[in-house]
């Protein structure tokens, strides 16, 4: 897979990465697998977070890339801390934090570096200069080599857009969701990559039985399905590979992250890379012919 530069920082990825999220039980001889299948079928980019399973999925990619570590670009996220009696989280966003939680976080991935390190969340009524000059401080120590924020608040990614030196938003951005193209024009004008998530819409345009998502109702999913299903047979390649390639066509859109849980579900990913193929403006308008574009009703 052809790699290429995310945003305007000098990391070389691959357009498809893996969200490790989804790879439940930490270093799985399975979870392993997966990831180094991964690296094998040119996959380089994979993101991870400290909240994931209490840091055992950081625990995970830093064993399975271990003696590639060179070769991949390792993303993990910070802001979240668990309580201490392990039921839920909370929001801890302060530079005494992020500062403190890098350090668990380099020891479970077993690198002197992390290549992105994104807030992981955030509100506008957090101390965002201080968040910042965090990140910052972390850049000029080289613990981490860039950084970004994984948020799908329009208030949030326009402070940090003007404010500092991000070089990625990661949000939903798929067929259905397309809210977030109200930002594209600000982050497309200060060099700043989307890595989307859910491109792939929960199954709901593949395989799985229509059901309402976010403001849209089941049966505007259905028409959205049925505009998938046409394209695909147009092009004659699988519904997966289309709505990939919907969300990669944006131009300011640099990376998917992909869910994985099985090496069935990898080797399917790998047979899309091998065929993919980025769509005409005038096949996304087919795609998009009827429905519905949803709007953000908070946090303008």
């Given at each position: 897979?052809?790699?290429?530069?995310?945003?305007?920082?000098?990391?070389?990825?691959?357009?498809?990465?893996?969200?490790?999220?989804?790879?439940?039980?930490?270093?799985?001889?399975?979870?392993?697998?997966?990831?180094?299948?991964?690296?094998?079928?040119?996959?380089?980019?994979f993101d991870t977070a400290d909240l994931y399973e209490r840091g055992m999925n950081e625990e995970l990619v830093g064993?399975?890339?271990?003696?590639?570590?060179?070769?991949?670009?390792?993303?993990?996220k910070v802001g979240n801390q668990w309580r201490s009696d392990g039921t839920t989280w909370d929001w801890k966003a302060s530079k005494p934090y992020i500062i403190k939680a890098v350090e668990a976080s380099l020891s479970r991935l077993n690198?002197?570096?992390?290549?992105?390190?994104?807030?992981?969340?955030?509100?506008?009524?957090?101390?965002?200069?201080?968040?910042?000059?965090?990140?910052?401080?972390?850049?000029?120590?080289?613990?981490?080599?860039?950084?970004?924020?994984?948020?799908?608040?329009?208030?949030?990614i326009r402070a940090y857009a003007e404010k500092s030196n991000i070089v990625s938003v990661m949000m939903q951005y798929n067929l259905l969701d397309r809210r977030p193209e109200d930002v594209f024009p600000l982050l497309r004008s200060k060099e700043i990559a989307v890595i989307s998530r859910g491109a792939l819409t929960q199954g709901l345009l593949v395989d799985k039985a229509m059901d309402k998502y976010l403001q849209l109702t089941s049966g505007e999913v259905?028409?959205?399905?049925?505009?998938?299903?046409?394209?695909?047979?147009?092009?004659?390649?699988?519904?997966?590979?289309?709505?990939?390639?919907?969300?990669?066509?944006?131009?300011?859109?640099?990376?998917?992250?992909?869910?994985?849980?099985?090496?069935?579900?990898?080797?399917?990913?790998?047979?899309?890379?091998?065929?993919?193929?980025?769509?005409?403006?005038?096949?996304?308008?087919e795609l998009e012919r009827g429905v519905r574009k949803i709007s953000y009703t908070d946090h303008l």
């Amino acid at each position: 897979m052809q790699l290429i530069k995310l945003g305007k920082s000098s990391l070389s990825v691959s357009p498809i990465g893996i969200g490790c999220m989804s790879m439940k039980g930490g270093s799985t001889k399975l979870n392993t697998g997966i990831i180094q299948e991964a690296v094998a079928s040119g996959i380089n980019y994979f993101d991870t977070a400290d909240l994931y399973e209490r840091g055992m999925n950081e625990e995970l990619v830093g064993q399975a890339l271990r003696s590639v570590r060179d070769q991949v670009i390792i993303a993990t996220k910070v802001g979240n801390q668990w309580r201490s009696d392990g039921t839920t989280w909370d929001w801890k966003a302060s530079k005494p934090y992020i500062i403190k939680a890098v350090e668990a976080s380099l020891s479970r991935l077993n690198s002197s570096y992390i290549d992105l390190y994104q807030l992981h969340g955030g509100t506008i009524e957090d101390p965002i200069d201080e968040i910042i000059e965090a990140f910052e401080l972390l850049v000029q120590q080289g613990k981490i080599r860039y950084y970004g924020i994984s948020s799908i608040r329009p208030n949030v990614i326009r402070a940090y857009a003007e404010k500092s030196n991000i070089v990625s938003v990661m949000m939903q951005y798929n067929l259905l969701d397309r809210r977030p193209e109200d930002v594209f024009p600000l982050l497309r004008s200060k060099e700043i990559a989307v890595i989307s998530r859910g491109a792939l819409t929960q199954g709901l345009l593949v395989d799985k039985a229509m059901d309402k998502y976010l403001q849209l109702t089941s049966g505007e999913v259905g028409h959205a399905k049925r505009n998938v299903e046409k394209v695909a047979e147009e092009l004659k390649v699988t519904k997966s590979q289309v709505l990939l390639a919907y969300a990669l066509s944006q131009d300011v859109v640099d990376i998917a992250a992909i869910g994985v849980r099985t090496l069935a579900q990898l080797r399917d990913l790998k047979e899309t890379i091998a065929k993919f193929q980025l769509l005409s403006s005038e096949t996304r308008s087919e795609l998009e012919r009827g429905v519905r574009k949803i709007s953000y009703t908070d946090h303008l």
